[in-house]
């Protein structure tokens, strides 16, 4: 069992940079692998990132990529998604989810969720 609890969202301009972070508590948090997944509205949720439980492989959506890096301190049990050259299309609620060690990129398989936080993008 663990707990996440996302941060770092806000209102920002297209072009700006800003990293949010996700803090774990409860079960030993190396023990999982992680991921960040969006959701606009009328929009489903969608895989962002996910990285593995020491940091070790990551994956990306191919829009993310070269913008958005996942990152994981796992002394301080956080996991973080910086966002660089945001654009307002990235305005959505970011969720932090946890799952068994191994990869993915389907929602279905995170066992946990935290209660998101909002990035809104202005043009």
């Known amino acids: 069992q663990v707990q996440l609890v996302e941060s770092g969202g806000g209102l920002v301009q297209a072009g700006d940079s800003l990293r949010l972070s996700c803090a774990a508590s409860?079960?030993?948090?190396?023990?999982?692998?992680m991921a960040w997944f969006r959701q606009a509205p009328g929009k489903e949720r969608e895989f962002v990132a996910a990285?593995?439980?020491?940091?070790?492989?990551?994956y990306y959506r191919d829009s993310m990529k070269g913008r958005f890096t996942i990152s994981r301190d796992n002394a301080k049990n956080t996991l973080y998604l910086q966002m660089n050259t945001v654009k307002p299309e990235d305005t959505a609620v970011y969720y932090c989810?946890?799952?068994?060690?191994?990869?993915?990129?389907?929602?279905?398989?995170?066992?946990?969720w935290g209660q998101g936080t909002q990035v809104t993008v202005s043009s």
């Open positions: 989810a946890a799952r068994p060690p191994g990869i993915s990129y389907d929602s279905t398989s995170y066992d946990y």
């Open positions: 409860g079960h030993t948090f190396s023990s999982y692998a």
């Open positions: 990285i593995s439980r020491i940091g070790g492989s990551t």
